[in-house]
C-alpha cells in the first residue's frame, strides 16, 4: 500500500473511532451499547488467541528458563554456602560444648592434686617407632622439657622436645618409658613401664607393667597406682593417677612377679590435655584417685516355705494320742491293793 494522503486520513479515522468506540464501551460497564459487538469480537478471536497462547507460551517458559538459569544457579550456590556454613557452626557447637566439658573435668583433676596446669590440645599422633603425640602449645606457651602431661582421667606422659608453638609428648605406653609408681593403700613402690603402640595388637587393654621393688610385697587384682614423684618433680609430679592391676604373672620360681595395669587413660583418643607447669606443694598422695565403683548389691536369699503337715492320722485327735481299749496298765493303784 502507498503512502499517500488519503491513506493517512484513513489511519487517522480509525484510530478517532477505535478511540471512541473504547471509551464508549468503558463508560457504558455492563449496560455498554457495544456489548454485542465485544461478544461477537470474543467468540471470533478467542479461539484464535488460545492456539497462538498454546504456541507462545512454550517457547517464552524456554526463553526465560535460559534467561534465568544463570540466576537461579548463583541462588542454589548461595543456599549451598549457607547450609555448608550452617552445618560447621553446629558442629563446632558441639565441639566447643565438648571441649568446655573436658576443661571442666579437667580443672577438677588438677584441682584435686594442686596442680598448676596449661590446657593443650593434642593435634597429631606420632608415626614413628615411639608412642607420641604433639601437642598445641610450646615454648611461647612457658612448656618446657620434661613436664607431665595429664589429662582429667590420668596420666599421659611427659614432655620430650618443645618447640616454639607446639611440643612432643612420650606417652606412658612407650617401650622406652619408666615411671615411678605407688600402690594405693599399701603404699609398695614400683616401677611403671610401658610395652609400646599404645596397648594396640596382642597387648589388649593393659599397656603398662608394673614390677615392685620388693618381690614379696602384696599386690591384688584391683589395686590402683598414682606417680611417685621425680627428683625435682620432672619429669613426673606425684599423686597423678596411672591404673589399675588387671593381672599378676608370676614366675617359675615364684621369686618374682609382673602386674599388668590397665590405664585409666584411653591413648587411642586423646584430646584435651594440660601440662603441669608447676608442682602442687605437698605430695597429694592418693587424693586424685577417682571414687571406686561400688561393689553390686548381694542379692538377699529368699526363705524357702515347706507345706505344712496334716493335723493327725485319720482315726486319733492327737498324733500322741493312745487308741482307745488300750490293754497298758494304769498309773494308779487299784483301791482295792
Given at each position: 500500500?502507498?503512502?499517500?494522503?488519503?491513506?493517512?486520513?484513513?489511519?487517522?479515522?480509525?484510530?478517532?473511532?477505535?478511540?471512541?468506540?473504547?471509551?464508549?464501551?468503558?463508560?457504558?460497564?455492563?449496560?455498554?451499547?457495544?456489548?454485542?459487538?465485544?461478544?461477537?469480537?470474543?467468540?471470533?478471536?478467542?479461539?484464535?488467541?488460545?492456539?497462538?497462547?498454546?504456541?507462545?507460551?512454550?517457547?517464552?517458559?524456554?526463553?526465560?528458563?535460559?534467561?534465568?538459569?544463570?540466576?537461579?544457579?548463583?541462588?542454589?550456590?548461595?543456599?549451598?554456602?549457607?547450609?555448608?556454613?550452617?552445618?560447621?557452626?553446629?558442629?563446632?557447637?558441639?565441639?566447643?560444648?565438648?571441649?568446655?566439658?573436658?576443661?571442666?573435668?579437667?580443672?577438677?583433676?588438677?584441682?584435686?592434686?594442686?596442680?598448676?596446669?596449661?590446657?593443650?590440645?593434642?593435634?597429631?599422633?606420632?608415626?614413628?617407632?615411639?608412642?607420641?603425640?604433639?601437642?598445641?602449645?610450646?615454648?611461647?606457651?612457658?612448656?618446657?622439657?620434661?613436664?607431665?602431661?595429664?589429662?582429667?582421667?590420668?596420666?599421659?606422659?611427659?614432655?620430650?622436645?618443645?618447640?616454639?608453638?607446639?611440643?612432643?609428648?612420650?606417652?606412658a605406653t612407650d617401650q622406652t618409658s619408666s615411671i615411678g609408681s605407688r600402690l594405693e593403700g599399701s603404699k609398695e613402690i614400683g616401677i611403671v613401664q610401658g610395652r609400646g603402640r599404645r596397648g594396640l595388637g596382642g597387648h589388649g587393654t593393659t599397656p603398662l607393667r608394673l614390677q615392685l621393688l620388693d618381690a614379696a610385697a602384696p599386690v591384688q587384682v584391683?589395686?590402683?597406682?598414682?606417680?611417685?614423684?621425680?627428683?625435682?618433680?620432672?619429669?613426673?609430679?606425684?599423686?597423678?593417677?596411672?591404673?589399675?592391676?588387671?593381672?599378676?604373672?608370676?614366675?617359675?620360681?615364684?621369686?618374682?612377679?609382673?602386674?599388668?595395669?590397665?590405664?585409666?587413660?584411653?591413648?587411642?583418643?586423646?584430646?584435651?590435655?594440660?601440662?603441669?607447669?608447676?608442682?602442687?606443694?605437698?605430695?597429694?598422695?592418693?587424693?586424685?584417685?577417682?571414687?571406686?565403683?561400688?561393689?553390686?548389691?548381694t542379692p538377699t536369699p529368699t526363705p524357702s516355705t515347706s507345706p505344712n503337715p496334716s493335723a493327725s492320722p485319720s482315726g486319733s485327735g492327737r498324733p500322741d494320742a493312745r487308741p482307745s481299749g488300750s490293754?497298758?496298765?494304769?498309773?494308779?493303784?487299784?483301791?482295792?491293793?
Open positions: 500500500m502507498k503512502d499517500t494522503r488519503r491513506t493517512r486520513v484513513m489511519l487517522g479515522v480509525l484510530l478517532v473511532v477505535a478511540l471512541a468506540m473504547i471509551t464508549i464501551d468503558y463508560r457504558g460497564g455492563s449496560q455498554s451499547p457495544l456489548r454485542g459487538l465485544r461478544s461477537l469480537g470474543a467468540s471470533v478471536f478467542g479461539p484464535v488467541e488460545r492456539v497462538s497462547a498454546s504456541v507462545v507460551r512454550p517457547v517464552s517458559n524456554t526463553l526465560d528458563a535460559i534467561t534465568d538459569a544463570p540466576g537461579e544457579r548463583r541462588r542454589a550456590d548461595r543456599l549451598e554456602r549457607q547450609n555448608q556454613q550452617l552445618r560447621e557452626r553446629l558442629r563446632s557447637m558441639r565441639l566447643d560444648q565438648d571441649k568446655s566439658a573436658q576443661l571442666q573435668r579437667l580443672l577438677g583433676t588438677a584441682g584435686m592434686g594442686g596442680y598448676e596446669i596449661l590446657a593443650a590440645q593434642v593435634i597429631s599422633a606420632g608415626q614413628g617407632f615411639e608412642d607420641t603425640v604433639t601437642i598445641d602449645a610450646g615454648s611461647r606457651s612457658g612448656i618446657k622439657r620434661d613436664m607431665t602431661v595429664m589429662s582429667a582421667d590420668g596420666l599421659v606422659g611427659r614432655v620430650t622436645r618443645v618447640g616454639p608453638a607446639t611440643a612432643t609428648v612420650l606417652l584391683g589395686q590402683r597406682l598414682v606417680t611417685l614423684g621425680s627428683q625435682g618433680q620432672r619429669p613426673y609430679v606425684p599423686g597423678v593417677p596411672i591404673g589399675v592391676v588387671e593381672r599378676i604373672d608370676r614366675s617359675s620360681g615364684g621369686l618374682t612377679r609382673t602386674a599388668y595395669v590397665r590405664p585409666f587413660v584411653k591413648f587411642t583418643s586423646l584430646d584435651v590435655v594440660a601440662v603441669v607447669v608447676a608442682p602442687p606443694k605437698t605430695d597429694p598422695r592418693d587424693a586424685v584417685l577417682p571414687p571406686k565403683p561400688k561393689p553390686p548389691p490293754g497298758s496298765p494304769s498309773t494308779n493303784p487299784s483301791r482295792g491293793d
